[in-house]
């Protein structure tokens, strides 16, 4: 399904994209291929959704606040207070788990007092207990994730 | 160090870096920025730690790493920095914070999320991973997501119009 130019697109690139006037030539020289057979590469990836974008990471807490939320929901409400929550622009990555706490979200906001009217707020809309968790180290050494092509 | 042209630079890379041939120069003309002045912006920022990487952003699900499970842990709070350097270094995990306690409730305060293909690899990755960090001991719960409600990458409201992408809050 992948040629072995997307492959190494895919796994090899997630880190550092060259800083350099022509980044997708550097790239194209490194490969051994030209620099139109990189930006098509990439291209058809990003229209075949298999990459989100080529684009920046930021390292949370320094440009805004964030917290991660749990709530503890009843089942038969869960569809409807995942819409209330979702309304808010603050929320991201909001996700059911299998847990007593089954509803997981991201709140970010440009400061705390901010990030801590939207938890009011979402504890009157919805009368559910939340957890705030918000960060407090982050051990990760981000190098990328490698994908397995082999099945 | 993030003055407004920065993050006005932060933004407009957040959109994707163009897919042409000088793209720096490229997000440059439209911040009014010379193409050097963009390079040297974003190498200052990635050397500070701002920007934690400048990639390929690939697609997990759609890759076919269908399972997704947040792990928690309840470590030793002595050690929970050593744990969490360790945890980091498996190539399956690709998140690993640090978060506060809840009492009794909710009693974990070391996260880390593991991809995979389905839930068995993903329980056999975290079977390996208590096993070589030694966490055997150590209260933990795993959390596999099922519905997903919202996804668009931790956005972060930097103006009415535009946000800029974080790493999973």
């Known amino acids: 399904m992948f040629s072995s130019l997307d492959k190494q697109l895919l796994n090899d690139f997630q880190q550092d994209i060259p800083l350099s006037a022509t980044p997708y030539q550097d790239i194209a020289e490194s490969l051994g291929v030209t620099e139109d057979a990189i930006l098509t590469a990439f291209k058809e990836l990003q229209d075949q959704k298999f990459i989100t974008r080529i684009g920046s990471v930021i390292a949370p807490n320094l440009i805004g606040v964030s917290a991660l939320i749990a709530m503890s929901v009843p089942k038969n409400q869960l569809q409807h207070i995942a819409t209330v929550i979702n309304q808010y622009p603050e929320v991201n990555h909001n996700y059911e788990r299998d847990n007593r706490f089954n509803l997981w979200f991201v709140l970010v906001a440009n400061d705390s007092e901010s990030l801590q009217a939207v938890m009011k707020d979402m504890e009157y809309q919805t009368g559910c207990k939340m957890l705030y968790l918000p960060l407090l180290e982050d051990y990760f050494i981000n190098l990328g994730f490698e994908i397995d092509f082999n099945d | ?169």
């Open chain 2, 1 to 169: 160090m993030i003055d407004d042209i920065n993050r006005l630079l932060i933004e407009q890379l957040q959109q994707g870096l163009p897919l042409v041939s000088r793209p720096y120069a490229e997000i440059g003309k439209k911040l009014n920025l010379s193409e050097a002045e963009v390079l040297k912006r974003l190498a200052k920022l990635k050397q500070l730690g701002v920007i934690k990487r400048l990639g390929v952003v690939v697609n997990h699900r759609r890759l076919g790493y269908k399972a997704n499970a947040m792990v928690v842990f309840d470590v030793n709070d002595g050690l929970i920095s050593q744990i969490g350097g360790h945890i980091s270094q498996f190539d399956f995990v690709n998140l690993c914070y640090q978060r506060p306690r809840q009492g009794e409730l909710w009693p974990y305060n070391l996260y880390c999320m593991i991809h995979g293909k389905n839930k068995k690899a993903v329980l056999k990755q975290l079977e390996y991973l208590i096993e070589m960090c030694g966490l055997r001991q150590c209260k933990n719960e795993v959390l596999f997501s099922k519905q997903c409600f919202k996804q668009r990458g931790a956005l972060y409201q930097v103006s009415s119009k535009q946000q800029i992408v974080m790493s999973n809050g």
